[in-house]
């Protein structure tokens, strides 16, 4: 494509469709976001909102013919919704990578039939029949769809456990997983423009809760391991003629082993240390990558700690103002904070990750 100023359609409008949002203004794009909320957070950075719900086609018609490209910020986008809509506009991240990560059989199905990497052992439970009558080793049964930060799932370690398990395959189909006793958590940012593929600095990261906490880049593991895990990555997004940002998330053994855990097929939470500690940040990339410009290599400009801030941090973190000018406090404008909400996130850039962790914790904030 040329570098003509475009005309952007962003489906969701919270955090990231926000930063994207962000992004494609600073490169003179026009942004049109699709939200059911008129006060999302991309709605203070968009020249225009059309404000419905995800599978409202009528109104998915009416950016699609306001716009050059239709890009989306998170996977529970209506597909059958886009595929009313393809014939109209060009959506570069393509329909199918949304069909392969809505639902965790497709996700496991490519993963290990189509891009070759390892994943966990699974089985797919459509009764509960296929339960196990005992629980013999530890394993996580998960919905095949709209799972999130943790919701959706049962933990398998006693026989106590597979009452809720029956209860939840009682309302959905669910696969179930060995439980992967990793030592790290690690996530590779891929952004791609449908030919060419690059990525981003290896992350760390540390959860709670079921929701991201804290990410560290570059993540402190071997060389070695992070050009294996690179590679996996690279697989994927070739497999996927990745067109925008993909996020690889991945379990790291003690033994060096990595299985690929999911891919979020959108910019993520993991990746938004690169907006200072990059010369390209995973939003700027996922831009380019969608309009099919040539993309630069990122470059690591600084190591960083990124930690989200929900809402029961909100209050504390403002007061970090004058104490911590130094690092960089980002507000998604949302209107009621809750409690383990994102609300924002806060990257520090650093020469010393440990001296840097020793500050955060006298903060006593997280």
């Known amino acids: 494509m040329s570098n003509k100023k475009k005309t952007i359609g962003i489906i969701g409008g919270g955090q990231l469709g926000q930063m994207m949002?962000?992004?494609?203004?600073?490169?003179?794009?026009?942004?049109?976001?699709?939200?059911?909320?008129?006060?999302?957070?991309s709605s203070k950075v968009?020249?225009?909102?059309?404000?419905?719900?995800?599978d409202d086609v009528e109104s998915l018609l009416k950016l699609a013919y306001a716009c050059d490209v239709i890009?989306?910020?998170?996977?529970?986008?209506?597909?059958?919704?886009?595929?009313?809509?393809?014939?109209?506009?060009?959506?570069?991240?393509?329909?199918?990578?949304?069909?392969?990560?809505?639902?965790?059989?497709?996700?496991?199905?490519?993963?290990?039939?189509?891009?070759?990497?390892?994943?966990?052992?699974?089985?797919?439970?459509?009764?509960?029949?296929?339960?196990?009558?005992?629980v013999v080793k530890k394993q996580v049964l998960k919905t095949t769809t709209g799972g999130y930060d943790?919701?959706?799932?049962?933990?398998?370690?006693?026989?106590?456990?597979?009452?809720?398990?029956?209860?939840?395959?009682?309302?959905?189909?669910?696969?179930?997983?060995?439980?992967?006793?990793?030592?790290?958590?690690?996530?590779?940012?891929?952004?791609?423009?449908?030919?060419?593929?690059?990525?981003?600095?290896?992350?760390?990261?540390t959860h709670r809760e079921n929701i991201l906490h804290r990410t560290i880049a570059p993540a402190i593991i071997s060389d070695e391991i992070a050009e294996k895990a690179r590679q996996m990555a690279f697989d994927i997004a070739r497999e996927l003629s990745l067109a925008g940002t993909l996020c690889v998330e991945m379990f790291l053994t003690a033994e060096g082993e990595i299985f690929v855990n999911e891919l979020a097929p959108r910019p993520h939470n993991s990746g938004?240390?690169?907006?200072?500690?990059?010369?390209?940040?995973?939003?700027?990339?996922?831009?380019?990558?969608?309009?099919?410009?040539?993309?630069?290599?990122?470059?690591?400009?600084?190591?960083?700690?990124?930690l989200n801030v929900l809402g029961q941090h909100i209050e504390p973190v403002k007061q970090l103002t004058d104490s911590h000018p130094d690092w960089h406090?980002?507000?998604?404008?949302?209107?009621?904070?809750?409690?383990?909400?994102?609300?924002?996130?806060?990257?520090?850039?650093?020469?010393?990750?440990?001296?840097?962790?020793?500050e955060i914790e006298q903060t006593k904030i997280w």
């Open 272 to 306: 938004h240390y690169t907006i200072e500690a990059c010369d390209f940040s995973q939003f700027d990339l996922h831009i380019k990558g969608v309009l099919g410009e040539k993309l630069p290599e990122p470059q690591l400009l600084k190591a960083a700690v990124m």
């Open 46 to 54: 968009s020249d225009e909102m059309i404000v419905a719900d995800y």
């Open 71 to 134: 890009t989306y910020e998170f996977e529970n986008v209506d597909a059958a919704a886009l595929h009313q809509i393809e014939s109209c506009v060009a959506i570069p991240q393509g329909i199918r990578l949304l069909e392969i990560t809505q639902n965790r059989k497709f996700e496991k199905t490519f993963l290990t039939e189509e891009a070759k990497v390892h994943v966990a052992p699974w089985q797919l439970i459509s009764s509960v029949s296929d339960l196990p009558h005992h």
């Open 329 to 358: 406090q980002h507000d998604y404008g949302k209107p009621e904070a809750k409690h383990n909400r994102k609300m924002g996130h806060l990257t520090i850039l650093t020469d010393d990750f440990a001296e840097t962790l020793k």
């Open 150 to 205: 943790g919701h959706g799932q049962v933990v398998l370690k006693t026989d106590e456990d597979l009452i809720a398990a029956h209860q939840l395959v009682t309302a959905t189909e669910c696969v179930l997983e060995d439980f992967v006793p990793f030592e790290r958590e690690i996530s590779v940012i891929m952004s791609g423009n449908g030919e060419q593929f690059v990525a981003f600095p290896l992350a760390e990261n």
């Open 21 to 41: 949002a962000i992004s494609a203004q600073y490169m003179g794009h026009r942004v049109i976001t699709l939200d059911p909320n008129p006060t999302c957070s």
